[in-house]
């Protein structure tokens, strides 16, 4: 997954989290780490976001983080062909080690680089099917699609965890309720999950 | 006026430019002016610190005084000092602050501007500022700071973090204190951290590393795994009803992840550090807790206890002779009191066996670090009965008093001590051997039993203790030189039959003392049993008696014994499971020494060449030879094989295709020999005979017995796979409504004991043709006639076509012909270009064919295709190639098609179940095929067909020696398919060519065609026979099976008159 430095996925993640830093054209920031409340269901949620970057050099690194997640993005780059056709190798290793609930999505970054594209849209749609992932494309440098993305996976892991998928109580599936929220109206018990998808990335 | 007023207010405002060193320059005046924090700056310092990364990192990649200005002003100083206020909602202007640390730190490209702001050890003073880690956000950005410094340790920048003159290195002491957080993204960023630190393998700091912190973290780390382990025991015992999996599961994974990261840091292969870990893990977890506990659950406690005590206390000894060299090499520094956690775990209660059998399989599986799994393998294969006579005695006295104490308590301990030893190490002046230190790690009341712990790293002790313990090592080497041992060995094969029994009444194993006894509860005829035991190696003459020795010398290998015996699977193979897991990992682990293999994986014979092979067992000359085990092992493992094919068998599948495995290799030095060659025949007779049960006409056993093919060859059995599942842990249930993979329980109902039976008998088939040195050529089911491939050109003049319209769901429509042909029914379209030739467009699997009739229209049939089984293709899944509506003519046709398809499918599954019958050998089932009765008769007589040849290829194919050709296959109903072939040599074709009959495929005939024919049909040809599948991407006829060489046989002459037409 790290092998890939031009992704920008670390760009994603602070595109995300921090909504402050606004995406400049000369200007390439990324952080490994990243939290961020959402609001799901009149549901005060807070995700919280780690990059596994750089740490493809030790398998024991890998695999644990798969397994303390409850989703995962998987991330390529549109205008690398390379990123994408790894992307195989990352979902065998992710299917593998972890928990088979976790939420994966792949993202076709770099959307705004339309010129210089060499995954087609179409073959992301694809692979995305095939394997049964959600699918979308985002650019970090124009925000284009980043809160969507990352929104719907957790909206995915919500409905996972109100069907019973995941158990709440389970720490190591990497929710966790957190003390009640006296948010408007909500009704109790609202889980302040800290649903943790790494941002898992080629 | 007005103009300048307007940029003055601007310009005590903010510069518009965001990124710009004005910009930083307004931030540094704001942070100057608010030194204190408090309520109401809160929001603008948050703010402004944010701004400052974003400029900052805009500086690095474009504008070098930005940096400058940075570094000019100290403005980190400022950082540290608002992080060292207390005031109300500090955490939200520290998250703040460690967020841009963070972007800071990561993005940063300029190498210098780095160093730049690593020099002036604010980043330390940032490090060891006690944040408030009780908050969470605070807690999680602070240890991705710390992660993210760690990626950028290398040669240089490490010295900015360790100082080697006070032997401080706050970012690595730091973050282990939080090696064991409840948060296991917390715990997996501290790994990330150690793993980037030692990485740097800079001397100086690994000394610091290995001197003042590994035994410790070590220690620590050890502890946390084996309180896990007791954690993942309880578990195991108080659930046998499978309720809960989950949690069973994240403890098993919690496990690998520790061996993981334990294997990483081996990897990593700093010789000190590696020593250190090394020594702990076998010294306070591996042995102690691993392998004592194999034998706990056999033998009794507490008449036991001592010896079993003593045993460890010894064989410890014997590692530390074992790893001398390396122990007295150590410099004192690294000899923490640990001792006293030692005799903690000592007496700690064990895991059960099946729990450490199970645990010890997933350490060879995963670690190759040879100094310890040499170790451990060495114990598990060699350590006997003689340590048990050595060795301390106060081990038992100090294992009674702390026998009822709470262990978790116990455990809790070294957690603190970690603290207070890190604490220790950023002192720089304190020596760690002193007392003040001992104490902290001192566990209880009981401080002068400690000298009396072997284990303990002192390198006074170790050398004080050397020459026992060499002495040790000598009497319980594999030599067996002690005459005393041998007295052991000749008494204990006496006593035999009246022993095992007594001393375990948990595992009743006659089958391990008296093999004959196994094989008479197997159940098999005395003629079997001797072929059974022929198979072990070295005997011309008393078999029983060698193994009587064999056994005897096991009943000396406590820990080798409790594996054998495990492997007995009568009541059921639970544990057998684990010992097969076991044997597997550590006979594939590549840091064992092949040698101690040998003892499990070489007969006697091959042992021992210089000793006499005759039969009569003089225990002079035995002696001198190594003990070896493969007959045993042999003996076990074909004993659970037997059962597995048993009717009733307790046996999973999982157990029996690892069994399979494993006998594989044990018998690898026995292979081809006669009496393997019929143990092998006998087994395969007993799993077909099993499955023979099962065997009837209909539909499903086919598809059972196909899809069961294609499942096993789709995945063999992955045992790293397998020892991550936490589910086979439990006891074996039958009920799928466990969730478990139907490999991994026993079968529930007929259908899955059918499929049981199936897979049984492909596994001990394997076996067999491994064991007689044969190949596979019957599996997976072989389609006999040559195939129709999509695209082909077929003669179809005269042949039995169906006119129909194809109505997918979508709407879209073809028109097309339907041809049936022995196994296929093929889909085509009139060649334009030639009347009554026709391009196959889509040709499906007859056998699996779905048909069913439409209620409303009789003129339609609903058809399901799927893709044909050919060679490697038969052992996928079947793929739905079409499926909808076909529209005929009218109703006649339509039953007429229908009629056709349902006795071709017919026909084509009996087929199939022939051949299932001849590999079952089915009574009633011709041994070999008689197929041409039935198979080839032509429903027409054959009109005059035309065999077109062409030479598509330019010349240039031919200076390649590649030349092109297309050979007609005779089909049923008239059907002829002409396809390009694609040979590398004319002359191997040729000389092919001129072989008899059986040889004399269509491929081959055609060669015989003088070239100048060929030449001048090709010019004709070409427009006609169009084959738009690349030549050389063709298959070759995969069947050569005799059914096909008999098809083909019948006809060559009227093959001949085919091509004598054009």
Same mark, same amino acid.
């Given at each position: ?202 | ?50 701004? =400052?990364?974003?400029?900052? =990192? ?42 841009? @640390? ?24 940032? =490090? ?14 602070? =240890? ?128 000190? @550090? ?105 114990? $598990? ?8 006579? &050595? ?68 390198? &006074? ?35 035999? *039959? ?9 595992? *009743? @194993? ?26 072990? *190696? ?8 060698? $193994? ?98 048993? *009717? ?169 012909? @339907? ?192 070239? &100048? ?50």
């Amino acid at each position: 997954m790290l092998l890939f430095s031009g992704v920008g996925k670390s760009c994603l993640l602070l595109q995300f989290t921090d909504k402050r830093f606004q995406p400049v054209h000369d200007l390439t920031i990324g952080v490994e780490f990243g939290a961020r409340m959402i609001t799901i269901d009149g549901k005060q949620i807070k995700l919280q976001i780690w990059d596994t970057a750089g740490q493809e050099a030790f398998r024991s690194i890998t695999r644990s983080y798969y397994r303390g997640a409850a989703g995962a993005l998987l991330v390529y780059d549109i205008t690398r062909r390379d990123t994408f056709n790894h992307l195989t190798t990352w979902l065998e290793d992710a299917r593998q080690h972890s928990n088979s609930n976790m939420v994966i999505m792949l993202i076709g970054n770099k959307s705004d680089l339309e010129s210089r594209r060499e995954v087609k849209k179409e073959e992301g749609e694809a692979f995305a099917r095939e394997h049964g992932l959600v699918f979308m494309e985002t650019s970090a440098k124009t925000a284009a699609n980043v809160e969507e993305a990352f929104i719907n996976t957790a909206k995915e892991i919500y409905e996972k965890i109100q069907e019973g998928v995941f158990d709440i109580n389970n720490e190591a599936n990497g929710i966790k309720i957190g003390p009640q929220h006296g948010g408007a109206g909500s009704g109790g018990g609202a889980p302040g999950a800290g649903g943790a998808p790494p941002g898992g990335c080629c | 006026m007005f103009r300048s007023r307007s940029w003055f207010g601007g310009g005590w405002g903010r510069p518009k430019n965001p990124h710009s060193l004005e910009r930083l320059k307004y931030l540094h005046n704001i942070l100057c002016r608010n030194t204190t924090v408090s309520e109401s700056n809160r929001g603008i310092l948050v703010e402004s610190l944010r701004c =400052i990364a974003e400029i900052l =990192i805009w500086g690095d990649q474009n504008d070098s005084s930005v940096f400058d200005f940075f570094l000019e002003k100290n403005m980190l100083s400022y950082f540290l000092r608002i992080m060292r206020q207390k005031c109300g909602g500090s955490s939200y202007v520290c998250v703040q602050l460690l967020q841009t @640390l963070n972007i800071l730190f990561e993005n940063i490209r300029n190498e210098t501007s780095l160093y730049y702001l690593l020099s002036n050890n604010h980043v330390n003073s940032i =490090i060891v500022h006690k944040f408030d880690i009780s908050d969470e956000e605070v807690m999680a950005y602070y =240890i991705s700071f710390l992660k993210t410094l760690s990626f950028k340790l290398n040669n240089h920048t490490i010295h900015f973090f360790y100082n080697e003159h006070t032997k401080d290195f706050p970012l690595y002491t730091e973050a282990i204190k939080f090696f064991n957080h409840p948060e296991s993204m917390v715990r997996i960023a501290v790994r990330t951290l150690t793993l980037n630190v030692y990485k740097v393998q800079d001397a100086s700091m690994l000394r610091f590393i290995r001197d003042r912190t590994a035994a410790p973290y070590f220690s620590n780390l050890v502890w946390f795994i084996g309180k896990h382990i007791l954690e993942l025991d309880a578990c195991v015992r108080n659930d046998a009803d499978h309720q809960s999996q989950q949690k069973l599961a994240d403890l098993v994974a919690e496990h690998l992840d520790h061996l993981h990261y334990i294997n990483d840091i081996l990897c990593l292969n700093i010789p000190d @550090l590696n020593d250190v870990l090394t020594e702990h893990l076998l010294h306070k977890l591996l042995i102690p807790l691993y392998i004592y506990s194999l034998t706990s659950d056999t033998m009794k406690r507490p008449v036991y206890n001592r010896e079993h005590l003593q045993s460890i206390e010894v064989i410890t000894r014997n590692l530390e002779a074992i790893l001398t060299g390396k122990s007295t090499d150590t410099p004192p520094r690294i000899n923490y009191p640990i001792q006293r956690i030692e005799s903690e775990e000592e007496i700690k209660p064990s895991v059960s066996c099946v729990v450490a059998l199970f645990l010890l399989s997933q350490v060879f599986l995963i670690i190759t670090h040879g100094p310890i799994v040499h170790a451990l393998a060495w114990i $598990i294969l060699q350590s006997n009965l003689s340590v048990f006579e &050595e060795g301390a005695t106060k081990i038992l006295d100090m294992y009674d008093r702390n026998a009822k104490s709470n262990v978790k308590l116990e455990f809790s301990k070294p957690q603190l001590s970690l603290e207070k030893a890190l604490e220790n190490t950023s002192c720089p002046e304190r020596d760690y051997t002193t007392p003040e230190y001992a104490e902290a790690k001192s566990f209880g009341e009981d401080l002068d039993n400690t000298d009396h712990s072997s284990c303990d790293l002192d390198p &006074e002790l170790v050398s004080n203790s050397l020459p026992s313990t060499s002495q040790i090592s000598e009497t319980s080497s594999i030599a067996h030189d002690s005459t005393e041992d041998l007295v052991t060995q000749i008494q204990t094969i006496k006593r035999n *039959p009246a022993i095992p029994k007594a001393n375990m009444p948990d595992s *009743p @194993l006659p089958d391990s003392v008296e093999p004959s006894k196994t094989v008479t509860e197997m159940n098999i005829t005395d003629e079997e049993k001797q072929k059974l035991l022929n198979v072990m *190696p070295g005997t011309s003459g008393d078999v029983t008696e060698d $193994i009587q020795r064999t056994t005897g010398n096991i009943e000396n290998r406590p820990f080798l014994k409790t594996v054998v015996d495990s492997l007995d699977c009568t009541e059921n193979d639970y544990k057998a499971l684990f010992a097969l897991c076991l044997l597997y990992a550590l006979i594939n682990n590549k840091g064992v020494n092949p040698e101690l293999l040998d003892i499990l994986l070489r007969p006697e014979a091959d042992l021992s060449k210089a000793s006499t092979s005759s039969g009569s067992p003089d225990e002079g000359e035995r002696k001198e030879k190594k003990d070896s085990f493969n007959g045993l092992l042999i003996a076990e493992l074909m004993a659970i094989a037997n059962l597995c094919c048993k *009717p009733a068998s307790k046996v999973r599948l999982v157990t029996c295709e690892l069994t399979v495995r494993l006998l594989r290799t044990a018998m690898q030095f026995s292979e081809g020999s006669v009496t393997s060659r019929q143990t092998a025949n006998v087994l395969r007779a007993r799993a077909a005979a099993l499955a023979r049960n099962f065997y009837k006409c209909d539909d499903i056993f086919l598809d059972m017995f196909e899809d069961e093919y294609c499942e096993m060859s789709k995945k063999p059995l992955n045992v790293e796979c397998l020892c991550m599942d936490a589910a086979i842990l439990l006891p074996p249930t039958r009920t799928p409504m466990s969730g478990i993979a139907f490999e991994k329980r026993l079968p529930s109902g007929e259908m899955e004991r059918a499929r049981r039976a199936i897979r049984t008998f492909f596994l001990i088939r394997e076996l067999y043709l491994k064991l007689t040195g044969r190949p596979e050529s019957q599996l997976p089911l072989a389609n006999p006639a040559p195939f129709v491939q999509v695209g082909d050109v077929l003669d179809l003049n005269d042949s039995d076509l169906i006119s129909c319209d194809i109505i997918q769901r979508d709407g879209t429509w073809q028109h097309r012909f @339907l041809a049936v042909d022995n196994m296929q029914v093929i889909l085509v379209e009139p060649d334009k270009q030639r009347l009554g030739w026709g391009v196959a467009k889509l040709v499906g699997s007859l056998q699996d064919l779905e048909i069913q009739g439409d209620k409303e229209d009789p003129r339609c049939l609903h058809l399901i295709i799927h893709k044909p089984r050919v060679g490697a293709n038969g052992a996928l899944p079947r793929t739905i190639l079409l499926r909808a509506k076909f529209k005929f003519d009218d109703h006649i046709r339509s039953m007429a098609a229908k009629q056709r398809l349902t006795k071709g499918r017919t026909k084509a599954r009996q087929k199939k179940m022939q051949q299932i019958g001849r590999l079952l050998e089915v009574s009633g089932v011709a041994a070999l095929p008689t197929p041409s009765s039935h198979r080839h008769r032509p429903l027409f007589a054959r009109p005059a067909l035309a065999a077109v040849r062409r030479h598509s290829g330019i010349d240039g194919d031919d200076t390649e020696r590649r030349i092109r050709r297309t050979s007609g296959h005779v089909l049923k109903d008239g059907i002829v398919v002409y396809r390009e072939r694609t040979t590398t040599s004319r002359e191997s074709s040729v000389s092919r060519g001129s072989n008899g009959s059986r040889d004399s495929s269509p491929r081959a005939r055609s060669e015989e065609i003088p070239l &100048e024919d060929i030449r001048r049909s090709a010019g004709s040809a070409t427009p006609v026979v169009r084959n738009p599948i690349p030549t050389t991407s063709h298959p070759k006829v995969t069947n050569a099976s005799s059914e096909e060489t008999s098809f083909i046989s019948n006809d060559p002459r009227k093959r001949k008159g085919i091509v004598e037409t054009i």
